[in-house]
T-cell receptor, first 113, second 114 residues
């Protein structure tokens, strides 16, 4: 089955701790995206990558970091600098065509202990 | 910057009726507009895409209209069913060349009662 997976489903972070959210896709898509969703709000773009070894900041990149060493993988690290990390995190991927839609993973809910 | 407004109040309708959801934007006209469905605790799923030069697009019981003069898109679900209950998100292209970036509205929650 082709698709996009995220793990874990739930993640707990302690104060001062960095945590990494996994995102893997086997759709052979070049572009990948990370979004944050808070209750009652739309998705906000954290980082995106259009090609391996290259990524760009989105609208709310502060306190987050990413890497894109493989086409299939785009992990997101929530650093201790992110003071309000509790949210639902969504990863998406997209093919090359200008108008192609984004395919989303099931999401990771991050909670602070 | 571009802003998207969707009705933040939940829409409650009776089974069999037509649900109409609204998406308004405030700035530049997007090249295309997309609608996604999101169930609680899950990722959004793509439903329909409509381009700036299209007035209407249909898919089974779904219909989307796009009025660039009013800066508005309407999303219709005809013969609604309880299984249609979900949050529906409107998304516009970010305006940047081929980055694929989208701007999302906050979504409207639809509740279809049997």
């Amino acid at each position: 089955d082709g698709g996009i997976t995220q793990s874990p489903k739930y993640l707990f972070r302690k104060e001062g701790q960095n945590v990494t959210l996994s995102c893997e896709q086997n759709l052979n898509h070049d572009a990948m995206y990370w979004y944050r969703q808070d209750p009652g709000q739309g998705l906000r773009l954290i980082y995106y990558s259009q090609i391996v070894n290259d990524f760009q900041k989105g609208d709310i990149a502060e306190g987050y970091s990413v890497s894109r060493e493989k086409k299939e993988s785009f992990p997101l690290t929530v650093t201790s600098a992110q003071k309000n990390p509790t949210a639902f995190y969504l990863c998406a991927s997209k093919g090359q065509a200008f108008e192609e839609t984004q395919y989303f993973g099931p999401g990771t809910r991050l909670l602070v202990l | 910057s571009q802003k998207i407004e969707q009705n933040s109040e939940a829409l409650n309708i009776q089974e069999g009726k037509t649900a109409t959801l609204t998406c308004n934007y405030t700035n530049y006209s997007p090249a295309y507009l997309q609608w996604y469905r999101q169930d609680p605790g899950r990722g959004p799923v793509f439903l329909l895409l409509i381009r700036e030069n299209e007035k209407e697009k249909r898919k089974e019981r779904l219909k989307v209209t796009f009025d660039t003069t009013l800066k508005q898109s309407l999303f219709h679900i005809t013969a609604s069913q309880p299984a249609d209950s979900a949050t529906y998100l409107c998304a516009l292209d970010h305006g940047s060349s081929n980055t694929g970036k989208l701007i999302f509205g906050q979504g409207t929650t639809l509740q279809v009662k049997p």
